[in-house]
């Protein structure tokens, strides 16, 4: 099993800037990637960014690109996601996933980013 403890979000003005951060403990010998994806009331999970553990490969949707960094820090088991700029349609809960090599998810708790105009 692998738990996922997430940090950072919060309210800020359009605009401004918040750093999301995601640890993993437990069985994360096997990491493939680690990433972001939010939901917004009334809509479905969308995926956000991603990281893989070995490369440091990124990916974006197109929403964020140029706004959003992802990054990793492979001793601690962490992965961040700087948001700059943000907008208000980038309210929503934010969800770290971690995916092992053998393509089993874990999900974090979510943590709440509200973007007011």
């Known amino acids: 099993q692998v738990q996922l403890v997430e940090s950072g979000g919060g309210l800020v003005q359009a605009g401004g800037s918040l750093r999301l951060s995601c640890a993993a403990s437990?069985?994360?010998?096997?990491?493939?990637?680690m990433g972001w994806y939010r939901q917004a009331p009334g809509k479905e999970r969308e995926f956000v960014a991603s990281?893989?553990?070995?490369?440091?490969?990124?990916a974006y949707t197109d929403s964020v690109k140029g706004r959003f960094t992802i990054s990793r820090e492979k001793v601690n088991n962490t992965v961040y996601l700087q948001m700059n700029n943000l907008k208000p349609e980038d309210t929503a809960i934010y969800y770290c996933?971690?995916?092992?090599?053998?393509?089993?998810?874990?999900w974090g708790q979510g943590t709440q980013v509200t973007v007011s105009s």
């Open positions: 990281v893989t553990w070995a490369g440091g490969y990124s």
């Open positions: 996933n971690y995916r092992n090599v053998f393509g089993a998810n874990y």
């Open positions: 437990g069985r994360t010998s096997n990491a493939y990637a």
